[in-house]
């Protein structure tokens, strides 16, 4: 059967954009020159989590991972897979979640934002692109994380997707009191999904704490590692003690390896939930979400 060809304005517009991002052939014809050996490329970016199955590619739905994938392949023309530094569940947002590719591209970094960001949906954005040392990857050299909830005592139209809105009083005086036991080395075993359970519990807390602003209640908090749905139950447990169903000692006596999932409490859902940076050392780019824009040019 006869391929059907583009429409004259469809193939007009695609190689306006490679003409835009320098490449200057049109896919089918010469490849996009690249280098005998590949690069490490790190991209730094931010997205809505709302219409995502998460970040891993599925079966079905959309995810962060399938769409950064779709427009790397099309923008360097060569097939690559992009690496995350942990996956979000679905409905969870991100302002500096990273991951890295390997590539033979030679284009420079300027136009890899440039083309990248032309080829996503509008609910995914790359902020930053480097190219790093080859033994750099999103996940394995990350030093920590910071997650951010944020729950409403009201309801708001526009923050629908990224707030929990809970109506019952909520007491920040017990909360911030709980999140006093959330420092240095602790076991998490009470605050994780339960299947399929970690390699460890343990994770270090370098920062937790609860304020207030407005209308919400925001919660952040900076470890080394982070067990699955462990943002969200703690979350949750927290608004136990907010709402005086749990003291903040009992909460302090759910971090020991003697309690179980069953003891901690709901899940919260993963709408408040945003990933705020990832830690790196600065040989790999530092911080995410930092200007990490790099000058190597190939």
């Not at 998460?54 to 690559?80: F, H």
């Not at 033979?104 to 080829?119: C, F």
Request: charged letters at 20%.
């Amino acid at each position: 059967m006869r391929h059907r060809r583009q429409p004259r304005r469809l193939r007009l517009h695609w190689r306006l954009f490679y003409h835009v991002v320098g490449i200057a052939a049109w896919p089918g014809s010469v490849a996009v020159t690249t280098s005998p050996g590949k690069r490490t490329l790190r991209l730094d970016l931010e997205y809505d989590g709302t219409d995502f199955v998460g970040w891993q590619v599925q079966a079905r739905g959309r995810s962060v991972q399938g769409e950064l994938q779709r427009a790397l392949r099309t923008l360097l023309q060569e097939e690559v897979t992009p690496h995350g530094s942990g996956r979000t569940d679905a409905g969870t947002h991100a302002l500096g979640q990273v991951a890295h590719c390997h590539t033979g591209s030679t284009l420079p970094v300027e136009r890899l934002l440039t083309g990248v960001n032309a080829l996503l949906p509008p609910d995914v954005a790359v902020s930053n692109v480097c190219w790093v040392d080859d033994d750099f990857h999103a996940r394995y050299s990350a030093r920590g994380k910071r997650y951010r909830y944020r729950i409403s005592s009201a309801h708001s139209p526009l923050d629908r997707h990224r707030v929990w809105t809970m109506f019952r009083p909520l007491d920040l005086e017990r909360m911030t009191a709980a999140a006093g036991f959330l420092t240095g080395a602790l076991d998490f075993r009470a605050f994780c999904k339960a299947l399929p359970p970690p390699d460890h519990f343990e994770c270090r807390i370098d920062d937790a704490s609860w304020r207030r602003q407005g209308r919400e209640f925001i919660f952040e908090v900076e470890a080394n590692r982070f067990l699955r749905h462990m943002v969200r139950i703690l979350v949750g447990t927290f608004v136990q003690v907010g709402l005086g169903r749990m003291s903040p000692a009992d909460f302090g006596q759910l971090l020991t390896p003697a309690s179980g999932r069953n003891h901690g409490g709901q899940t919260a859902p993963s709408r408040g939930l945003c990933l705020l940076y990832v830690n790196y050392p600065s040989s790999f780019g530092g911080r995410s979400g930092a200007s990490v824009l790099a000058t190597g040019a190939p």
